[in-house]
DNA sequence: GCGACAG
DNA sequence: ATCTTGTCGC
């Protein structure tokens, strides 16, 4: 048995972003990638736009912060005209529909944490920890996780089902709010937090996630962080491709990474089919002996009833808060 | 035109 | 991931 590892799973991202943006002097502006950059990871940008216009936030002059090009973002509560008469009346000049001049009116000196800088690095730390072989007894359960979301809030459903009978043996949820918005490579810290709501430890489970495993830039996806925050065999499962070269296009197309077998893009019926990786304390050949097992349609049943369940009772939950 | 690309 | 109607195909 594998020692479960902690990593951050309450960081506040959504917050961080508006105390970023509450930096900003009147008078001045930030592009998205400014904000991101001083979070630790300028990919990070169009989550920092989407989280200011699309989540209801506070009182925070989110007028002040535009796209690289100038342009001016805006919501259903703030306006384009809105927002350009805020930041006219501040001194700040548009024209047609862009900031005059960026460069002189640009303030980038942001006093916030690397929270993005220090994820990666835990993730690199954490990274060891994984386990590539099969570590648990004979497996006579899976259970498929996925999430469903509405701006800041979010549901995370759980289908267990018997590898025997191939029967739905149990079937979950959990629901609340998501302070990390999606970030390419940081999937885990967005997911998490709901995942262990709705886990709960049973032996010879084996988690199947929506999501990487080792095949992630940093060798660590929310399918590997799971399973090593857990401490519970996990299997990374993507519908898409991250990282790696594809060689060839047979039904078990080996994906590399520097060299070495990271994964395997699992299409029985020819398609696009799923990536399969190792999350944690499983082998690559029994994780993808389980995903064929149950895989009826392109997606393994276990993930594919997770996802039915966790957009129905996110869409219940949006009618009743 | 070039880079990026999980959910 | 989410927003969304009808439509093409097995």
Not at 21 to 42: F, L, R
Not at 118 to 125: D, N, R, W
Not at 215 to 235: E, K, N
Not at 274 to 287: D, E, N, P, Q
């Amino acid at each position: 048995m594998s020692p479960s590892a902690s990593c951050s799973e309450d960081v506040d991202l959504i917050g961080l972003i508006f105390e970023a943006v509450g930096q900003i002097p009147e008078g001045k502006v930030s592009t998205y990638g400014d904000i991101a950059k001083a979070m630790g990871d300028v990919r990070a940008a169009k989550a920092v736009a989407q989280v200011l216009w699309d989540v209801d936030c506070q009182e925070v002059p989110r007028h002040r912060v535009v796209s690289a090009d100038g342009t001016l973002g805006s919501c259903v509560a703030i306006s384009v005209s809105e927002v350009t008469r805020r930041l006219m009346e501040e001194g700040v000049f548009i024209h047609n529909g862009r900031i005059a001049s960026l460069e002189a009116t640009r303030f980038a000196d942001f006093h916030i944490p690397s929270v993005l800088r220090q994820l990666q690095a835990e993730q690199e730390a954490l990274r060891l920890s994984v386990v590539d072989s099969d570590d648990f007894p004979r497996p006579a359960c899976v259970s498929g996780l996925d999430a469903s979301y509405t701006k800041d809030w979010g549901c995370v459903a759980l289908v267990r089902m018997d590898l025997e009978s191939l029967e739905v043996v149990e079937a979950r949820s959990a629901v609340g709010r998501v302070r990390f918005p999606y970030i390419t490579g940081y999937l885990a810290y967005r997911e998490l937090p709901l995942i262990r709501k709705v886990f709960s430890d049973r032996d010879g489970d084996i988690l199947l996630i929506d999501g990487h495993g080792i095949l992630h830039p940093r060798g660590f996806g929310v399918a590997s962080q799971v399973g090593v925050c857990l401490d519970v065999a996990t299997i990374g499962a993507a519908k898409s491709h991250l990282v790696g070269a594809i060689e060839g296009d047979g039904p078990k197309a080996k994906v590399m990474v520097d060299g070495e077998l990271k994964g395997i893009r699992l299409s029985p019926k020819g398609g696009k089919g799923i990536f399969v990786s190792v999350g944690h304390r499983i082998s690559l050949t029994t994780a993808c002996a389980l995903c064929e097992r149950l895989m009826i349609g392109r997606i393994p049943e276990p993930l594919r009833l997770a996802h039915v369940l966790a957009t129905r009772r996110r869409k219940e939950l949006e009618i009743e808060p």
